[in-house]
């Protein structure tokens, strides 16, 4: 079975696919860090400045717009899926009760 699921996936025309996810999420990650992580000065005054007590500015990167956005949401991946097989255990309640 793993031998299949390795041969499946790593198969050598899907390699450009793996580098090209795995390039795009470090080269995002780097530049998000780099342009506006609080935390790194590129300059040499900024980094001539030391340890900032800005806890304004922390909280801003820390609480970006996804994590905002997903704040008071439960935590579902398929709730539809859920909400049907639902249905279909409460169906099959009914009628093995009556």
């Known amino acids: 079975m793993a031998s299949s ?3 499946r ?6 390699y450009p696919l793996f580098a090209t996810v795995g390039v795009g999420i470090c080269g995002f990650q780097l530049v998000r860090n780099i342009c506006i992580n609080p935390e790194v000065r590129i ?3 900024g ?3 030391g340890v ?3 806890y ?6 820390a609480e970006h717009s996804l994590r905002r956005f997903v704040r008071n949401r439960n935590p579902e991946i398929m709730p ?6 639902e249905q279909i ?3 099959s309640e009914r009628s093995s009760s009556a």
Request: hydrophobic share 35%; aromatic share 12%; proline share 3%.
């Open 52 to 54: 900032l007590e800005n």
């Open 5 to 7: 699921t390795a041969s």
């Open 56 to 61: 304004a500015e922390g909280e801003k990167y």
């Open 43 to 45: 300059n040499k005054e």
């Open 80 to 85: 539809a899926i859920l909400y049907e097989s």
């Open 9 to 14: 996936w790593f198969r050598p025309e899907v």
């Open 89 to 91: 255990k409460s169906i």
């Open 47 to 49: 980094r001539a400045a």
